[in-house]
T-cell receptor, first 116, second 114 residues
């Protein structure tokens, strides 16, 4: 149980294009989803927290117009990197938590983004 | 504000030896504490967590951790290392007042020598 998937697992795009990453909770309803960014050999940095049906809460220093987050349902959240640039290349990981065990996050396998 | 400090960015042990990964935290309220493992190019897998109750927590793959409030520590141990334990390990802290936002330590890479 508590499986989270991400799609795509890897994406390469040209500079200036937008990329959408999906995060799905497969067997539970995720009241809250989190988006992280991880640079090589570094820890996870929280980008934003999203609750179903409401606007995402972004961490300080994260551009909300650059990283659009939508949490339209209890099983799906999307992160769109708009007008991507090479410095946006990173490993993006989502996680989800349920209403009953809010302290536990279940992580997706991550999406490797490479912007050329 | 919460914070997590993992002592040692790299730890190397021989196969069969004790594994000890250190984690200290800072939190103004009772914390929830976690250990996650990450294999290359993969997401994070929860090893174990402490919320309330028993301070010695047992997790998957033979790992365990002890919450010591007086020392603000949550060190991860395993009696006998296996080659498959080689990975990156992250200690993390969250609490209810912060909306369960999780703060991660910098990570410790565990190497296991044959």
């Amino acid at each position: 149980g508590a499986v989270v998937s991400q799609h795509p697992s890897r994406v390469i795009c040209k500079s200036g294009t937008s990329v959408k990453i999906e995060c799905r909770s497969l067997d539970f309803q995720a009241t809250t989803m989190f988006w992280y960014r991880q640079f090589p050999k570094q820890s996870l940095m929280l980008m934003a927290t999203s609750n179903e049906g409401s606007k995402a809460t972004y961490e300080q220093g994260v551009e909300k117009d650059k990283f659009l987050i939508n949490h339209a349902s209890l099983t799906l959240s999307t992160l769109t990197v708009t007008s991507a640039h090479p410095e946006d290349s990173s490993f993006y990981i989502c996680s989800a938590s349920t209403g009953t065990l809010q302290e536990t996050q279940y992580f997706g396998p991550g999406t490797r983004l490479l912007v050329l | 504000a919460q914070s997590v400090t993992q002592l040692g960015s790299h730890v190397s042990v021989s196969e069969g030896a004790l594994v000890l990964l250190r984690c200290n935290y800072s939190s103004s309220v009772p914390p929830y504490l976690f250990w996650y493992v990450q294999y290359p190019n993969q997401g994070l897998q929860l090893l174990l967590k402490y919320t309330t109750g028993a301070t010695l927590v047992k997790g998957i793959n033979g790992f365990e951790a002890e919450f010591k409030k007086s020392e603000t520590s949550f060190h991860l141990t395993k009696p006998s290392a296996h080659m498959s334990d080689a990975a990156e390990y992250f200690c993390a802290v969250s609490d209810q007042t912060g909306g369960f936002k999780t703060i991660f330590g910098a990570g410790t890479r565990l190497f296991v020598k044959a």
